[in-house]
């Protein structure tokens, strides 16, 4: 894909006139001492985002020690700017923590850690960098810029740029351990960090190390989580366990669910009160062990390469992280599974004894059944994560106004994840199918000698109808589940080489025009290796295929820096900031060009006003074309279907032609399912998508009121050619409406399930375009006191304006202010509010979060949906902090304060809760931790 316009062509003039700007923190792998200097030059306030064209927030080492949190994600998340996303409370997840900046993907925020990029991390091939990988022990700052920046970074930097600055010429030897827990002291938080280092005039050496551990909390032991609720449309709720029971449910010849209940008694069609509490053998905080090591090195090489001030510089670091995870016992439900020939056959002496009878009191093949296998225990998993990253560079000097830099990088992430507690469906076959009692009096599997020789003569016969107090005979658990662990292995690497040259090329009356520009290469891989299990879908654990694939892409580019303006009326300061970046790809992304224009105008000491414009793209990543494709599910319903209740519904040519052409039958069918089942993948013919974004913001430093700043910045942001998938009922939907889609819709086309859904292809394409707007502002004061102390008070403030997605259709949602399975959680205001007091040795941190309400549709099968509104909510954190002498500092925190209960939702997304991630901090009730560091 080739991409021009007139910001091109605008930077191709600057750069053939050498008059345009350069931008030194643009430098993807610019020096430490570089980035400090755009920091401060020509700044007249203290904060990075008053004196750049882009809005920088940054998170600084103070803020992090007073943080109750371990790594830089979950630190993250915390900011009004975020939409909270996986991160370590994640009950089912990897333990990855990843961050979603302004709600516009994770996958569209680059990650870097001293200005290098990171390896995805996840599980095996994924998307995004694992924030949780890097321990806040080796932060010195976190730099988040909220403004495109594919011209400086390349692909990924949509909605900006996550760059964290590492601890660097540490000199001495700190300790630190912390401890913490809920109120009930049934989950605790254990940590220990070590910072050693030494500095010389020749260079320096900066070494780290972590460990920490969290304890199991189950999700039934939080009044919370203790089990599932519904959020009604009048706002009351209701049980809302599980359909898939360990007291079984069967669909009968007439097409009605049937179950016994909890009590086991007769057997009845099903309702709410019948559903099963799957959060009982739920985790809510996995148990988790994390270790770090890292080191960061500099030394001075004097000249070199007819050089001057030549150094060289190293950094490693590595991370690794196991976590365990529980959900409910494994349901057998082989209908669901694909396997539409695993009834319980009406010879079987279960069913005969225990199982349901039909009109004239005889047992009957059960095609469609279900039960939770309780009695084997719950779903395990357990998963094995370890990051790697290596850096060498080596920077240098000459003529006084130019410098070099050259470096290597190589980074990645292994994952293993293994998951017990799953079934083999040809075992489960024959237990459930006929059986015969043998010459010894012994239930055996089968019936008749040509049917029993193909049946193991270890297969021992499945209950399905267990009753209270009974446990199912001996061998038969062990024959149907056996040693079949699901076991994937996967990584993600990235190895990236650079060259850059600096310096300037001419003065103008206003300053020196600055020219920053450089090559690089760089190769991804990726792989999610499953095991045989899965690829033959041989377990209750689902299909799996593997992932795997790679690509490289060459890129050029230049910066430059004109000031036009200088010390006149109106324009203390004017500059223009010009950017172009020239990506070759070796995948379906082809070559692209993203250039970006700003400003940045100082009116006087107290007003400035900055502003962008920019093209930004992201090519495919590796999950996105190489995924391995295999069937899932989607919540949803097939408009052809009639439900598990009712007369069936015939289908019509006029209404239902969609239907019919996928091989519904004419007559109508009943399906009881309440999902959709889809076939998911890759595809590797996908194109980049491509943005422009546009942002205009407002500094405020009155002189007048030393300490204070204030800044508004605006945002636009227009993402199109995005990869997604089209959902499976709009496809079923469209193929009646338009016939579009039709060929994507698969059915069963003969047998009892005749017309039931086999799967509907919602493969990755380029398919629909966002739009994004929305203000953020920052507020702080600081100021001194004679009595009382030094303060500091910040708020920050999110509104967002237009979270719109287009879909493939013509359909355009506006998000802004709801909750929705397809736009997320997007309330129109964020807030946080925060106060540091300092009084001598003692000092102390108030941190208050707020999420506006939102609204949801109601429930529609409780008749019209109405709008639901999610009223607002808060949660504040405290943290007081004592240095004790030279040696010894304290602190002690407490989180959510007020013991504030997250909000109940109208969906689930956020593991083993009623609620979702956005009121993650609050799962927990009221937390504690105390902290203690020794220095040497």
Known sequence: MKKTSFLYNLISLAIFSSFAPYEAQANENAEENEVEKIVVTGSRIARTNLVSAGAVTVIDKEAIKASPYKNIGDILQTMTVSQPTENSLSANGSGAVRFNLRGIGTNRTLVLLNSKRLPYGGKGADSSVDLGAIPTSIVERVEVLMDGASAIYGSDAIAGVVNIITKKDFDGLEVSASYGNNTDFDGAKKHIEMVSGFAADKGSVTFSASYSEDD????????????????????????????????????????????????????????????????????????????????????????????????????????????????????????????????????????????????????????????????????????????FHIALGLSGDFDDVWSWQTGYTFGRYESQETREGVFNWARVREAVGPTHFDESGTLRCG?????????????????????????????????????????????????????????????????????????????LEGLKQTDSNAVHAMTTDGNGRPTGGGYNVSEAYIELNIPLLSDVAFADSLELNLASRYSNYSTGAGNTTNSKAS????????????????????????????????????????????????????????????????????????????????????????????????????????????GFSLTFDYYDIELENTISTFRAQRKIELCNETGDFCDDIHRYQSGPLKGVLLGVDTYNE?????????????????????????????????????????????????????????????????????????????????????????????????????????????????????????????????????NTEPRRVMRRSAGNTNSIGAYSAAFLGTTFYIRAKYTF
């Open 599 to 706: 400003i940045f105008w100082t009116v006087n000491e107290d007003f400035s006003v900055r502003s962008t414009i920019s093209q930004a793209f992201r090519a495919a990543n590796i999950q996105e074309l190489f995924k391995g494709q295999l069937p899932s599910f989607e919540n949803g319903t097939d408009p052809c279907k009639t439900g598990a209740d009712g007369p069936i519904r015939p289908l019509t040519q006029e209404h239902d032609s969609g239907c019919l052409k996928t091989g519904a039958p004419a007559s109508g069918f009943r399906d009881g399912l309440d999902m959709i089942r889809t076939n998911t993948g890759g595809n590797p013919d996908l194109e980049p998508e491509t943005a422009v974004i546009k942002t205009l913001g407002l500094v405020f430093t009155p002189q007048a009121l030393d």
């Open 766 to 898: 380029n398919l629909n375009a966002s739009h994004y707007r929305g203000i953020d502002s920052e507020a702080f004061y600081k100021f001194r006191t004679s009595q009382y102390g030094d303060f500091r008070v910040g708020v920050n403030w999110h509104r967002a304006l237009k979270h719109e997605i287009s879909i493939f259709d013509g359909g355009v949602t506006d998000y802004v202010g709801t909750d929705s399975s397809n736009g997320g959680f997007q309330p129109k205001n964020k807030m946080n509010f925060s106060v540091n007091w300092q009084y001598d040795n003692i000092s102390a941190n108030w941190f208050t979060y707020y999420l506006g309400e939102a609204e949801t549709d109601g429930r529609p099968e409780q008749g019209e949906p109405t709008k639901h509104t999610i009223d607002g909510w808060s949660y504040s954190n405290l943290n007081v902090n004592y240095i004790a002498s030279d040696q010894w500092e304290y602190a002690l925190g407490i989180n959510n304060v007020f």
């Open 447 to 523: 019936t008749g000698p040509e049917v029993v020789k193909f049946i193991s003569s270890t297969c021992v016969p499945l209950n399905i109808f267990l009753q209270p107090g009974q446990t199912q005979p001996e061998g038969a658990m062990e024959y149907v589940s056996g040693d079949w662990a699901n076991v994937s292995y996967g990584y993600s690497s990235i190895k990236t080489a650079t060259f850059d040259v600096t310096g300037t090329v001419m003065t103008l009356p206003a300053g020196e025009v600055g020219i920053a520009s450089g090559v690089s290469y760089m190769e």
């Open 216 to 387: 199991v909390i189950h999700s039934k032991d939080i009044p919370f989580s203790e089990a599932p609720v519904a959020l009604q449309n009048d706002g009351s709720l209701l049980p809302d366990g599980s359909y898939w029971l360990p007291w079984t449910a069967v669909t009968d010849p007439e097409g009605r669910r049937l179950t016994q209940g909890p009590d086991y008694g007769e057997f009845h069609e099903y309702t709410s009160a019948d559903s099963y509490n799957y959060f009982e053998q739920s985790f809510l905080q996995q148990p988790t062990e994390v270790y770090s090591m890292s080191a960061f090195a500099n030394y001075d090489v004097g000249q070199a390469f007819k050089s001057e001030n030549v150094v060289l510089d190293f950094e490693v670091l590595y991370t690794h992280r196991n976590n365990d995870s529980n959900s409910a016992a494994q349901p057998l439900i082989p209908w669901i599974g694909g396997y539409d020939d695993i009834p319980i056959s009406k010879d079987n002496y279960y069913n005969q004894k225990f199982g349901p009878k039909d009109a004239n009191g005889h047992s009957y093949d059960i095609y469609k059944w279900s039960k939770r296998m309780n009695e084997f225990g719950p779903r395990q998993s357990r998963f094995d994560a370890n990051q």
